[in-house]
């Protein structure tokens, strides 16, 4: 299984930015789809996580501001980044929970630097 992020760069304090990831090769049955991050010096963070069924969990600092969404079909996974803040600057990684013959996987992209300019 290969994710591919994109759609990081840098952005002014106040803008907004749209990241994707998409999921290819034996990816199973995907459940979870998400997004981490982690900036310079701090622990990764859950930032959102998209069900199947269309549920979702945001992480606190980022509630009001960022919106996961999800195309099953293309198996790809969208974070919309609005109202961004320095604080948002950081590495984001995309993270796909997938089943297979009963056993659990977790897969992570490569990471997409955002970067939030005062």
């Known amino acids: 299984v290969q994710l591919l992020a994109s759609g990081g760069g840098l952005v002014q304090v106040g803008g907004s930015l749209r990241v994707s990831c998409a999921a290819s090769?034996?990816?199973?049955?995907?459940?979870?789809m998400g997004w981490h991050r982690q900036a310079p010096g701090k622990e990764r963070e859950l930032v959102a996580v998209?069900?199947?069924?269309?549920?979702?969990n945001i992480g606190d600092s980022v509630k009001g501001r960022f919106t996961i969404s999800r195309d099953s079909a293309e198996n790809t996974v969208y974070l919309q980044m609005n109202s961004l803040k320095p604080e948002d600057t950081a590495v984001y990684y995309c993270?796909?929970?997938?089943?297979?013959?009963?056993?659990?996987?977790?897969?992570w992209g490569q990471g997409t630097l955002v970067t939030v300019s005062s």
């Open positions: 993270k796909v929970v997938t089943t297979r013959s009963f056993q659990r996987y977790e897969y």
């Open positions: 090769g034996s990816v199973g049955n995907i459940r979870d």
């Open positions: 998209i069900r199947t069924d269309g549920t979702t």
